[in-house]
Each structure stands twice: as structure tokens, then as C-alpha cells.
């Protein structure tokens, strides 16, 4: 018989995924320089030169067998210490390679990290809006998603939400930051209070609450300011990241898990990935592109002009009588759609070649996602098409 849950999840379709389907068949029809395809969170911007470079070098220099041969299960020794070494230098944390477990993108990353700190039937928390594939990931561990309702002036955490939702059965707390959907970044207020709040929690339940952090926007951060590292607040924390973002190069899937030195049984939680991978058919992500990562742990693509895009859509949406908290990062903005159905609001907008996402998904009904990762001309030219609209739509708003 053919597995009776995966059947079921068939009709569970991603509704980005079917939005960008929709404005790939549009743009066929219409050219798809004239859809203003916001659906995909898929980077806008080459990876930079370094990357290319020691790609190029690596295959011209590196032994053959070294280089495609099979990774270790707990990965390249060489990518390992470079990340560590890394980490500490820019975040004074105290890694060693023992510490980093190389995987296939965060996705990969998160779905280690959960498998470790979870046992069936415990539970995750997270934070609306939140990435609506996490749920994917933590039933995948045989755990169960808890929801703390959106704060949707800042999109902040909701801490006095999260007090009802905590309870002896939570066995980590999944953030991201910067947060796919809303482009919020969390304060070192926030990340402080977070972990005073984990810590009294752990203490109150008798067993360790876990942090997961999923950081893969980490570096696009705007108006100068960084994204404070969580692990530097709370010991039990595993850090996600991949270079998807960072490199625009999302088709390479290389991250890696960091787990933190005073963690929870930190000197065993890389072996324990290395046995997850066993199950997870994962062992030995890509042997280039990570080493090439390795090597560029310094470098970004250009990312300055997410910030370009996210001024212009922010402020023409502010323009229009949108409520919309202001992004701190990511290539996401997440306004309050001009009338409580968000999904009747982003159908309306496809008339007008404006591919939206609703924020259902996302656990934040009546709101909307616009993922701004494509050229600033197509952005500018997108403008025009959100005024018609609204102003056609929503003529007394």
C-alpha cells in the first residue's frame, strides 16, 4: 500500500508555488517582463566574483578524487574549521569544528537540528508570521507545530501570547531572524527577553527548551544596523544557516547546523546528526560548492539593492493607506491587505498582473506577502500597477 500521508499532503499544495506557476503560464502568455511576479523568495542577484573564482580554482587545482569523492558524514574537516573560526570572529562565540554539521540548505539544517532536540509527540513552538514550511519540517520529526498568534504592529514576538502556549510537552522554540514573511528582524531586546523567558520555562518543566534558529537572511540587514547572533543569548541555541542568500546561491543547498558550545550535550549533537542523516538518506551534502562557500565565508552578493526595492515598495504601499510594518531585512514585505480576505485581496490583484502572496499561510490572516528579490526596473515599473489597482479596487479605502 503507498504511504497514506503522502497521498494526503498531494492536495496540500504550496499556494506560492501554485501563484508562481500561475505568473510563469501568464508571463507566457503576455511576456513575463510585463507580470509583476512577487510569489518566490528566489535571489535577484549574481552570486559574487570570489565564488565564481575559487570554484574555477578548486577544479583546476584540487585532486580530482578529493574534490568529488564522497564527503565524511560529519562533513569536510576544512569546511568545518573555517565555519567555526568564522562564527567566533564575527559573533565571539567559542566554536570548534566539532560543532558544525555541514547539510543541504537550512532546510536540511532545520530538519537535523529538530530530529535532535525532539522527541514524538513533544512540541515546537514558533512565532507568527512564520516560514509555512516549517510545519512540513516538524511533522516530519514526529513532533507538533504550536502557533503563538502574530504581533502585528512589529511583528515582534508575542511574548504574552506565548505564555498560554507554552507547556511541559514544548521541547524547542523555532525563530527566524531576519523572518521570512515579514522582514522583521528581532531586537537584542527581543533575543534577550527570548532566552530569560526559555531559561525560566526550562527551569519550570525540569528539562532543557531548546532554541532553533533559522538564519538564512542573516546578512541582509538594512540601515546599516546587523542582525544580533541568538546564540550569543541562550546556550541551548542550534543555529541554521545556508548561503543560499547570503551567495545568492540558493541551487547549491550548502549550510550547515552550528551548535553551540554550552549546549545541552553540544559534544554529541554533530555524531547524533551524523546518525540522523543515516535515515534521512542526507549523507554528504555537495563536496564543491561547499568548499567553495568555505571560502567566501566573508563575501556577499550584492545585496544593497533589496533595500532599494524594499524603500520603494514601502513607501508607495504607506502612500496608498497600506498598514505596514517597515522591514528591518530579508527581500519580504508583509502589508495589511485593504480589506480583511486577504486571498479575495490578492485575486483582485492578479487582474492587474500583480502576483501577491496571502498571509494565511503564514499564519497571518489579512495580510500579504510581496517578495521584492527581482530587477528594481521591473519594481518601478511595478508601482504604477499598484496604484491602478488599489485605485480602481479600493476607491474609498
Known amino acids: 500500500?503507498?504511504?497514506?500521508?503522502?497521498?494526503?499532503?498531494?492536495?496540500?499544495?504550496?499556494?506560492?508555488?501554485?501563484?508562481?506557476?500561475?505568473?510563469?503560464?501568464?508571463?507566457?502568455?503576455?511576456?513575463?517582463?510585463?507580470?509583476?511576479?512577487?510569489?518566490?523568495?528566489?535571489?535577484?542577484?549574481?552570486?559574487?566574483?570570489?565564488?565564481?573564482?575559487?570554484?574555477?580554482?578548486?577544479?583546476?587545482?584540487?585532486?580530482?578524487?578529493?574534490?568529488?569523492?564522497?564527503?565524511?558524514?560529519?562533513?569536510?574537516?576544512?569546511?568545518?574549521?573555517k565555519v567555526a573560526e568564522s562564527l567566533n570572529n564575527r559573533f565571539g562565540m567559542s566554536y570548534t569544528a566539532e560543532h558544525i554539521f555541514p547539510t543541504a540548505g537550512a532546510a536540511g539544517a532545520i530538519a537535523?537540528?529538530?530530529?535532535?532536540?525532539?522527541?514524538p509527540d513533544e512540541e515546537v513552538m514558533v512565532f507568527a508570521p512564520y516560514f509555512s514550511e516549517y510545519g512540513a519540517y516538524i511533522r516530519g520529526a514526529r513532533a507538533s507545530i504550536k502557533v503563538v498568534p502574530i504581533k502585528a504592529d512589529d511583528f515582534q514576538i508575542n511574548f504574552e501570547a506565548a505564555e498560554a502556549v507554552f507547556n511541559e510537552k514544548t521541547a524547542a522554540v523555532l525563530i527566524n531572524t531576519p523572518n521570512n514573511p515579514s522582514g522583521a528582524v528581532y531586537t537584542e531586546e527581543t533575543l534577550r527577553r527570548l532566552a530569560q523567558v526559555l531559561t525560566e520555562k526550562s527551569a519550570q518543566y525540569g528539562h532543557t527548551i531548546f532554541l532553533i534558529s533559522d538564519e538564512p537572511y542573516r546578512e541582509i540587514v538594512f540601515d546599516g544596523k546587523k542582525q544580533a547572533y541568538p546564540a550569543k543569548f541562550y546556550p541551548h541555541t542550534l543555529t541554521c544557516y545556508s548561503f543560499s542568500k547570503s551567495l545568492s546561491v540558493p541551487g547549491e543547498r550548502v549550510g550547515y547546523v552550528a551548535v553551540s558550545p554550552d549546549c545541552e550535550q553540544a559534544d554529541k549533537m554533530v555524531a547524533m546528526m551524523g546518525q540522523i542523516s543515516r535515515g534521512l538518506g542526507h549523507n554528504c551534502p555537495s563536496s564543491l560548492p561547499m568548499l567553495a562557500a568555505a571560502y567566501c565565508l566573508e563575501d556577499t552578493a550584492d545585496l544593497a539593492v533589496y533595500e532599494t526595492n524594499m524603500n520603494l515598495l514601502y513607501d508607495t504601499f504607506k502612500e496608498l493607506g497600506f498598514t505596514v510594518p517597515r522591514p528591518g531585512g530579508t527581500f519580504y514585505i508583509m502589508p495589511k491587505a485593504l480589506e480583511d480576505d486577504a486571498v479575495a485581496f490578492c485575486k483582485k490583484a492578479?487582474?492587474?498582473?500583480?502576483?501577491?502572496?496571502?498571509?494565511?499561510?503564514?499564519?497571518?490572516?489579512?495580510?500579504?506577502?510581496?517578495?521584492?528579490?527581482?530587477?528594481?526596473?521591473?519594481?518601478?515599473?511595478?508601482?504604477?500597477?499598484?496604484?491602478?489597482?488599489?485605485?480602481?479596487?479600493?476607491?474609498?479605502?
Open 112 to 119: 537535523h537540528a529538530l530530529r535532535c532536540v525532539t522527541e
Open 1 to 81: 500500500m503507498v504511504n497514506r500521508e503522502y497521498l494526503a499532503m498531494l492536495g496540500n499544495k504550496s499556494v506560492i508555488r501554485e501563484l508562481s506557476e500561475y505568473a510563469n503560464a501568464r508571463g507566457k502568455e503576455i511576456g513575463y517582463e510585463n507580470v509583476f511576479d512577487f510569489s518566490l523568495g528566489n535571489p535577484s542577484v549574481p552570486a559574487p566574483d570570489s565564488y565564481r573564482d575559487i570554484s574555477v580554482r578548486l577544479l583546476q587545482e584540487e585532486e580530482p578524487l578529493n574534490l568529488h569523492g564522497y564527503n565524511p558524514t560529519m562533513g569536510d574537516p576544512r569546511v568545518k574549521q
Open 350 to 397: 492578479l487582474k492587474y498582473d500583480l502576483v501577491f502572496v496571502p498571509g494565511n499561510g503564514f499564519e497571518a490572516p489579512g495580510f500579504f506577502r510581496v517578495a521584492y528579490c527581482v530587477n528594481t526596473e521591473k519594481v518601478e515599473r511595478s508601482l504604477s500597477a499598484i496604484r491602478r489597482f488599489v485605485e480602481a479596487e479600493y476607491p474609498n479605502r
